[in-house]
């Protein structure tokens, strides 16, 4: 591993364009648990029967009872951890471009990245089912549940539940972007969840380096990533930040 982290850093060092992917297991150490993988929420509840949108429209109250309203709380209370730093710091260094990422925790912005694609929307706002007002997730009140809106309409996050279609034009810059980038940073990403699992094959395809940071393999793991980190997003991100700046 102390190799990996060693050639990372060069890699880094040496490209002008870099691009992240993020997914869930970058938020583990910050205590948001992931989907899938070692005490991931699908291992408790279905995700079709609560993430759908299907699921939603028709049971609005279960969906905010089981996901919605224990995901605020713990979103709310999050803070960014080591990995999220490091993306933050290089950026500072001019390494790194943009962020396209799969959470909607708000957790890369508040480490200080400021280009930041949110591939699935963000928990940070809700909108209101029928009059479509927006309004910020701290003034949701969840003292009744489902919260609604001063116009009677059921308030839902901005983030895109299954069934639903990402935002087109996050999906044309994301592409983009991975076609374009010299080295892309896939971090804490199952990599199965599509079409955001796609950007590492494009970035693959354009002739980018591909290097992944997850402590299990995925499905890119020796087909697509040029190598893989075996280990904890927030310790292999503040080890490569060591190196690079002894590099600097
Ligand atoms: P996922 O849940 O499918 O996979 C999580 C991945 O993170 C796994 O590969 C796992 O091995 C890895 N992992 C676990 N702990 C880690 C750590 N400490 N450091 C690095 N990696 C670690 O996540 P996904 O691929 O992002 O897809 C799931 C979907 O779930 C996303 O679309 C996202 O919208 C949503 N989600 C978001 C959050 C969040 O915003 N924090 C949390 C849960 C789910
Ligand atoms: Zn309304």
Request: with cysteine; aromatic share 6%; proline share 6%.
């Amino acid at each position: 591993m102390e190799d990996l982290i060693k050639k990372a850093a060069k890699d880094l060092a040496a490209s002008k364009d870099v691009v992240a992917l993020t997914g869930a297991g970058i938020s583990v150490e910050s205590k948001i648990p992931p989907f899938r993988g070692k005490g991931g929420l699908w291992e408790k509840i279905d995700p079709m029967e609560y993430a759908h949108i299907d699921a939603f429209n028709k049971n609005p109250t279960k969906v905010w009872n089981v996901l919605l309203k224990d995901m605020k709380e713990i979103i709310d209370k999050a803070i960014p951890n080591d990995a999220h730093k490091g993306l933050a710091r290089l950026e500072e260094l001019g390494i790194l471009k943009t962020i396209i990422t799969q959470n909607i925790d708000g957790l890369h912005q508040m480490a200080g990245n400021t280009d930041v694609i949110e591939f699935h929307g963000t928990y940070a706002w809700h909108r209101c089912m029928d009059c479509k007002n927006r309004c910020k997730s701290s003034r949701i009140d969840l003292t009744n549940i489902p919260p609604l809106c001063d116009c009677g309409g059921i308030y839902r996050p901005e983030v895109v539940f299954f069934g639903e279609i990402i935002p087109p034009e996050h999906l044309w810059r994301s592409r983009q972007l991975a076609s374009d980038c010299d080295l892309m940073l896939v971090i804490g990403t199952s990599a199965t969840v599509q079409p955001a699992a796609l950007m590492p094959h494009i970035a693959k395809e354009s002739g980018s380096k591909v290097i992944e940071i997850n402590p299990e393999e995925t499905p890119l793991t020796e087909s697509i990533s040029d190598y893989l980190i075996l280990g904890k997003a927030g310790e292999v991100m503040s080890s490569i930040i060591t190196e690079l700046e002894r590099l600097l």
